[in-house]
């Protein structure tokens, strides 16, 4: 009898460590789900904002696509626009200065400065206005 009774107090005695064991991983579990819930509520709202940039920037990239799309047939005009302008800053004359030719000393009135070629080479010639109000092209050498 004495050794039942030993044996029924050793089971009560881990039946209840086991049920105190059970109550404290309960509520480390409930106070772990109460924070995961709050993580998941925070990541929710930075899924929507990061949502919203994503929709705004897709509506920009778009926006400029339609753009670069519309503007892009002028991509020619712009590259010889630029050539044009990058070569007539190293020229020594502008357009309205008078000029004589070397050929004959005529003077002469710079009207335009005409800038051709492609995208690897290109050739300068000064459009000149003489008195007789007859234009000509020269190259820049032709000039002083």
């Known amino acids: 009898m004495k050794q039942k009774i030993i044996i029924i107090s050793i089971f009560t005695i881990l039946l209840g460590f086991m049920v105190f064991l059970i109550y404290q991983i309960n509520k480390k ?18 899924y929507n904002d990061e949502a919203k940039k994503h929709k705004k920037a897709a509506f920009s990239r778009d926006s400029l696509f339609f753009i670069n799309t519309y503007l892009s047939r002028y991509r020619a005009l712009i590259d010889a626009t630029h050539t044009r302008d990058s070569v007539k800053l190293n020229l020594k004359y502008n357009v ?21 070629g492609s995208k690897y080479e290109y050739y300068v010639r000064y ?11 020269v190259i820049p050498e032709l000039i002083f």
């Open 29 to 46: 579990a409930s106070g772990t789900e109460e924070a995961l819930k709050k993580n998941l509520e925070i990541l929710g709202k930075s």
């Open 127 to 137: 459009k000149l206005q003489f008195k007789d109000k007859s234009i000509e092209e």
């Open 96 to 116: 309205g200065d008078i000029v004589r030719m070397k050929r004959d000393s005529a003077r002469a009135v710079i009207i335009d400065i005409v800038v051709g």
